[in-house]
């Protein structure tokens, strides 16, 4: 697994580069939605240990059930995304690990219905953001894990619970260790100093 730039040149970070990705997931994300209220494309959604359901990995960021539920994935995606973006120079790359572990893990264990939502990759990132800061030696990484862990640090305790029977809470949860998975590894290599390096 590879989660750092080889060199400056292959990999220069670019905070309006990523401000221009964010945008253009979250259109995507509702470009879908619309779609969605004429087709059935929410049966593309993750469904666990079946194979037709593999789809569901790639697709579950952008299937959404109703208004609610998108427009409450949407606010803490642009933030989490933009304090990632800010503070990593391989924001994409940590998008895509979350998403596709959290994703495989999902399918393997996640109950038998079909899952749907942002909400995976927003825990996702909650726990990578939260995680890197206890596992990194760095002043950054530590100011956004406070901020993350304060604004939502109660949403991170509730929504991997399994109180809510039509709540993909497996989901939240998976994505959460995902997150902190990647935050762990990554913070191995910048203890052997072969990661991103210090970055204030």
């Known amino acids: 697994m590879n989660l750092k730039p080889s060199t400056a040149k292959e990999h220069v970070h670019s905070f309006k580069r990523d401000l221009t990705g964010i945008g253009l997931f979250l259109i995507a994300i509702w470009v879908v939605f619309v779609i ?9 959604g993750l469904v666990p240990r079946s194979v037709k359901g593999l789809i569901g990995i790639v697709t579950i960021a952008f299937l959404h059930a109703d208004l609610g539920h998108i427009m409450a994935n949407s606010v803490p995606l642009i933030v989490l995304l933009c304090l990632l ?31 749907i939502g942002a909400s995976v ?6 726990g990578f953001l939260v995680c890197a800061g206890f596992f990194e030696k760095r002043l950054l990484s530590a100011l956004i894990a406070i901020g993350v862990a304060v604004t ?19 989901g939240h ?6 997150g902190g998975l990647i935050a762990y590894y990554i913070a191995g290599d910048l203890e052997r100093g072969t990661g991103e390096g210090a970055r204030l």
Request: zero cysteines; charged letters at 15%.
């Open 85 to 115: 973006a800010g503070s990593r120079a391989n924001s994409i790359d940590i998008v895509v690990y979350i998403s596709v572990i959290a994703g495989i893990l999902l399918w393997l264990f996640g109950r038998d219905a079909i899952h």
């Open 121 to 126: 990759l927003v825990f996702g990132l909650i």
């Open 36 to 44: 969605d209220r004429f087709l059935p494309i929410e049966q593309l």
């Open 152 to 170: 939502y640090g109660s949403t991170l305790v509730f929504g991997v619970l399994p109180i809510q029977r039509a709540v993909s809470w497996e």
């Open 173 to 178: 949860l998976f994505g959460a260790i995902a």
